[in-house]
């Protein structure tokens, strides 16, 4: 009858295969835990959206560096997500080819409408001897099939002072809120399909600012250098 003999493992050699073992286990689970996260690449995504919005608002982003410093879509915090009730009904864009705010709509990438972000803030008609700012602050879309969607509201704490199609599904809003800080940069991301919006703050904020700075800056048809303003 034969004899099996079971073979010998220098003690060296068991405690080596047990380090490497939990060294692999170890390095699995960091490799598992510097993978990011959806809602990491999402916001990564959305501040990289903001970048592309700046280059393409050098302006806006120029005259609140004069404020605040320099900045980037790096510097803008995330602040929270909401839904969005767009109280649709029909109604076709008033802003016409002779109206002063017709150059400053802003047309959908697919002829989808247009996106006004001007005309409930400003009154600028012909019949008005100085264009005035109005306290509140909309965001309004006029799509192609004569519908009206408002999208952002905004009351006297802030105002929207530009934007952009950054495709055909999501536009970017540039503007401020008044805090007990000072004036602070805000952007917004709207996805119009979803109806979902997200919102950023910039982390620096002006002790000081003059309200109607930048829309007497970027309205170049409208005077709003009344001292009623």
Known sequence: MSKFR???FPVWLVVFGL???CESSDSTKNETAVEVSPETALLEKMRNQIDLGLAQKSTWQKHWGEKV???DGSNFEFVFTDSIDPMEMPEKNPILANDPLFPYQLTHPEGNGTMDIYSYKVEAQESLD???LNPDSEVIWYRADGMKERLLFMGPSGMFEDGM???STEFLVLGFFQEEEGFRPMA???DVRTHR???FKLNQ???EYLQESYLDLKLKSVDLTSDGI
């Open 6 to 8: 079971i073979p010998y």
């Open 19 to 21: 380090l490497v073992a």
């Open 69 to 71: 410093g320099n900045f």
């Open 130 to 132: 100085q264009p005035f």
């Open 165 to 167: 199609w950054l495709n």
């Open 188 to 190: 917004w991301i709207i």
């Open 197 to 199: 919006f997200a919102q």
């Open 205 to 207: 904020v002006a002790k």
